[in-house]
Structure formats: C-alpha cells, structure tokens
C-alpha cells in the first residue's frame, strides 16, 4: 500500500498527505456496507478514492 501511494505521490495524482493506515483503515469499513440488503460499498470506495487523489490549486487555498 505504500507503494502504491508514494508513487501517486510522486505523480502528482495523490495527495502528498495520504498515509498508508488511514487508506487501510477507511475500506475496512467497506466489508460491513456489503453486509446490507443494500450494497453502499461502491459508493463509499468512490468516496475514499476521491479523497485521495490531489485537489485543484483552488480548492486547497480554502484549507
């Protein structure tokens, strides 16, 4: 997983402050939304995924 990371990083594709633990940690939780009559678990993973990657020069001035 940190690889994967630290080459997006690298890219530019992932956001510098992404860390290993809080990916790991966010789809651990997606094994309980598949448990459900409803299956929320693409959608969160689009979710996490969206997070990771880098924002534009606009958005992240608000920080």
């Known amino acids: ?3 994967l990371l630290d080459a ?3 890219d530019g594709s992932i956001r510098v402050d992404a860390h290993p633990g809080d990916f790991l940690q966010l789809t ?4 309980r939304a598949a448990s459900r009559p409803e299956d ?3 959608r969160m ?3 996490i995924l969206d997070g ?3 924002q534009p020069q606009r ?5």
């Open 1 to 3: 997983m940190t690889e």
């Open 28 to 31: 651990g939780a997606l094994w």
């Open 45 to 47: 993973l689009a979710l």
């Open 8 to 10: 997006g990083k690298q």
């Open 59 to 63: 958005q992240k001035s608000r920080n």
């Open 40 to 42: 929320r678990s693409p």
């Open 52 to 54: 990771l990657r880098t």
